[in-house]
């Protein structure tokens, strides 16, 4: 399951600089995650895990993304 959890988060990572290449290409620091927080949830009869991973901006505002981990090590958005 460890395994698991930092493959996705590489997997996160990776897909996050893809994303925004012109802002990391330039500026000299910032905007990379600073945190990652998982909690486990009980849901029905199985145990979830949800996840905060801490972004600070440029200026230093935080930005939080959060997602979940099924019991199967899949992850998923929140439905807001």
Known sequence: MKLHLASMA??????GALST?????????????ENTNCVRVKMGPYYHQRCEVTYFEEDGTPYIWVYWIDQNGQWYLPAD
């Open 10 to 15: 590489a997997l996160m990572l990776a897909v």
């Open 21 to 33: 290449p012109s802002q990391a290409a330039a500026s000299g620091g910032g905007g990379g995650p």
